[in-house]
């Protein structure tokens, strides 16, 4: 498991990059929220706050070790922007599970409000996840 500074200082980085550059750009939202989507609707949960809260031990592990497969065959395959959502929602589901820490439970709640958001905006516009 990913060590505790080395996990927040990640978390800081993507959580700023999504706030300055990703949350302009569309694909990447239309993605972000139609891999939320397509988890939370699997689980049957409607947010992604819901789907993490809701989640056991082996759905968590389960869904790491599938992002990280995902992610890895999006970034062969490059598909960047698939990539990128995959870690969004990494980082988010980690720092469900680090509560100990009042900070990244506040960037958990921001993290989490754009991942709501960006599966909001999914139902607008539906993305090509392929």
Known sequence: MTQQPDFKQRFVAILGDLQ???ANDPEAMQLLGAMATNVSNSLGNQAW?????????AQYRGMLQAFETEGVEHLKAGREKHAYALQALTVSLIASRQPTDPELRAGEGLLDALINAAMAVRLQKPAKLN
């Open 20 to 22: 300055r550059n990703g």
């Open 49 to 57: 706050s819901q789907t993490k809260a809701n989640m056991g031990e």
